[in-house]
T-cell receptor
């Protein structure tokens, strides 16, 4: 299957700082990348959908000025959490349907655990 | 009502037991259905797709009932390594016109020695 890498795997930062998370497709061109957030004992919640070369589509309730998504190339999508606060502490995961349609399997990155102090 | 509902568990079962998980979904226009497995602090991994005709992969059997909007997963001869959270996932068009994956909260399984 397709491989998606994600960095960093874990980050601890002070409140007010910005954190950038990178997702790379290693062996395919990711036209679409989904960004999810998962709080403890909760399901994955879709934050936004990014398509290469265009603006991301954000889910209702997700602040686009706080969670900046860039998908400038077919192999790299980034999520920047700006001015992070403790309530942003969560597990962030990216995924891509690969080159197939969205009906098929999603290929997930290994996730980034963000802790904001 | 949540779009995808699962019993959170935990289900504590002895090795060798058979365990069944259920999932219901609210959007009748949903098109694709999956079971994913998620280990603690890891990303979800696809376990199997689910079809109306039912499908089996070794000790795992999945079933879809579109009329009842119900999905099931049966695990036979449970192993210690089956301990994980099992996520029910539904693909389809939302009422707002977007296409996306909807995840259930997951059912936690603990297989005991």
């Amino acid at each position: 299957g397709a491989v998606v890498s994600q960095h960093p795997s874990r980050v601890i930062c002070k409140s007010g700082t910005s954190v950038k998370i990178e997702c790379r497709s290693l062996d395919f061109q990711a036209t679409t990348m989904f960004w999810y957030r998962q709080f403890p004992k909760q399901s994955l919640m879709l934050m936004a959908t990014s398509n290469e070369g265009s603006k991301a589509t954000y889910e209702q309730g997700v602040e686009k000025d706080k969670f900046l998504i860039n998908h400038a190339s077919l192999t790299l999508s980034t999520l920047t959490v700006t001015s992070a606060h403790p309530e942003d502490s969560s597990f962030y995961i990216c995924s891509s349907p690969g080159t197939a349609s969205s009906y098929n399997e999603q290929f997930f990155g290994p996730g980034t655990r963000l802790t904001v102090l | 009502r949540k779009e995808v509902e699962q019993d959170p568990g935990p289900f504590n079962v002895p090795e060798g037991a058979t365990v069944a998980f259920n999932c219901t979904y609210s959007n009748s226009a949903s098109q694709s259905f999956f079971w994913y497995r998620q280990d603690c602090r890891k990303e979800p991994k696809l376990l199997m797709s689910v079809y109306s005709s039912g499908n089996e992969d070794g000790r795992f059997t999945a079933q879809l009932n579109r009329a009842s909007q119900y999905i099931s997963l049966l695990i036979r001869d449970s192993k210690l390594s089956d301990s994980a959270t099992y996520l029910c996932v539904v693909n389809g068009w939302t009422t707002s016109g977007t296409y996306k994956y909807i995840f259930g909260t997951g059912t936690r399984l603990k297989v005991l020695a």
